[in-house]
T-cell receptor, first 111, second 115 residues
């Protein structure tokens, strides 16, 4: 089983739609959680950190469910510019303390 | 400006040759990482280093080597033992995992093509 799993998509949605991605992680010792965005042939960039209480940044909302070991990203009012791959990232609390990436979920927002 | 720099952006090598990818950061980060990304795939960890003069293997270290002689620099050598070296290589840095903020900053990547 992969340490971090995501639905690869693609998610094809119309402009203005609300879309949600989930990501599950296998190691309960996971400490920190992030969503990164990666545009085609570019480096990943931090979209937002994910806090235990949930957090919101404009049209983006991230949630963490430690009991079920998953994190989610909700995008409201999708824009064409939101088209990208969204990567779930987990940092373990013990053992290997490196950022572990999911394989990404591709989002295509259509006009 | 602070940042992380990878060079070169594109690299072509003949099969059987070793090649070294450069990664330099001036963010004063202790931790540095090398990832490999293949088309349509996520990032896979090759090596990482939490502190100078120390580094650990990631999931796909075979055929690669690294050094961490300076805090700012974490070069990756792709050796001839790497069976399938053509890929997009990404270097990243962050504060240590023990810190409150482990956001990783990435270089622009090096596209290696072995012919």
């Amino acid at each position: 089983r992969k340490e971090v799993e995501q639905d690869p998509g693609p998610f094809n949605v119309p402009e203005g739609a609300t879309v949600a991605f989930n990501c599950t992680y296998s190691n309960s010792a996971s400490q920190s959680f992030f969503w990164y965005r990666q545009d085609c042939r570019k480096e990943p960039k931090l979209l937002m950190s994910v806090y235990s209480s949930g957090n919101e940044d404009g049209r983006f909302t991230a949630q963490l469910n430690r009991a079920s070991q998953y994190i989610s990203l909700l995008i409201r009012d999708s824009k064409l510019s939101d088209s990208a791959t969204y990567l779930c990232v987990v940092v373990m609390d013990t053992g290997r303390r490196a950022l572990t990436f999911g394989s990404g979920t591709r989002l295509q927002v259509q006009p | 400006d602070g940042g992380i720099t990878q060079s070169p952006k594109y690299l072509f090598r003949k099969e059987g040759q070793n090649v070294t990818l450069s990664c330099e950061q001036n963010l004063n980060h202790d931790a540095m990482y090398w990832y490999r990304q293949d088309p349509g795939q996520g990032l896979r960890l090759i090596y990482y280093s939490q502190i100078v003069n120390d580094f650990q293997k990631g999931d796909i270290a075979e055929g690669y080597s690294v050094s961490r002689e300076k805090k700012e620099s974490f070069p990756l050598t792709v050796t001839s033992a790497q069976k399938n070296p053509t890929a997009f290589y990404l270097c990243a840095s962050s504060m240590p995992a023990e810190s409150m903020n482990t956001e990783a900053f990435f270089g622009q990547g090096t596209r290696l093509t072995v012919v």
